[in-house]
């Protein structure tokens, strides 16, 4: 039911900004409390936690808590539009080591709902 869909990646110089965007849908058929994690998987390494942000769904409070790795931190954000119901990873200063598939995954309840397909992201020296 949970669908998950990155866009947004592409090639840049390092130094450079990218966002990607994680849009879900069907994250109300669970639990109200949600957790969208980023995750990147470079070239010929296992896939590496990046980002989460989580969030009360269809709530005038939503709480909402982020975390991030320590690789990325100062450099990545994680952000949410609610009317879009889709999750954005802003990047800045772009290293070559950021270079990685970047996928989505939705969780609820200690449960994960599922990832995307994942969008590549390429930094040049």
């Known amino acids: 039911q949970v669908q998950l869909a990155e866009s947004g990646g592409g090639w840049v110089q390092a130094g450079g900004s990218l966002t990607v965007a994680c849009a879900a849908s069907?994250?109300?058929?669970?639990?109200?409390?949600?957790?969208i994690n980023w995750f990147r998987q470079p070239p010929g390494k296992e896939r590496e936690f990046v980002a989460q942000?989580?969030?009360?769904?269809?709530?005038?409070?939503?709480?909402?808590?982020?975390y991030y790795a320590n690789s990325v931190k100062g450099r990545f954000t994680i952000s949410r539009d609610n009317a879009k119901n889709t999750v954005y990873l802003q990047m800045n200063s772009l290293k070559p080591e950021d270079t990685a598939v970047y996928y989505c995954?939705?969780?609820?309840?200690?449960?994960?709902?599922?990832w995307g397909q994942g969008t590549q992201v390429t930094v040049s020296s």
């Open positions: 069907g994250l109300t058929s669970s639990s109200s409390r949600y957790i």
């Open positions: 995954n939705a969780e609820t309840g200690g449960r994960s709902l599922g």
């Open positions: 942000v989580a969030w009360n769904g269809d709530s005038t409070n939503y709480d909402e808590t982020t």
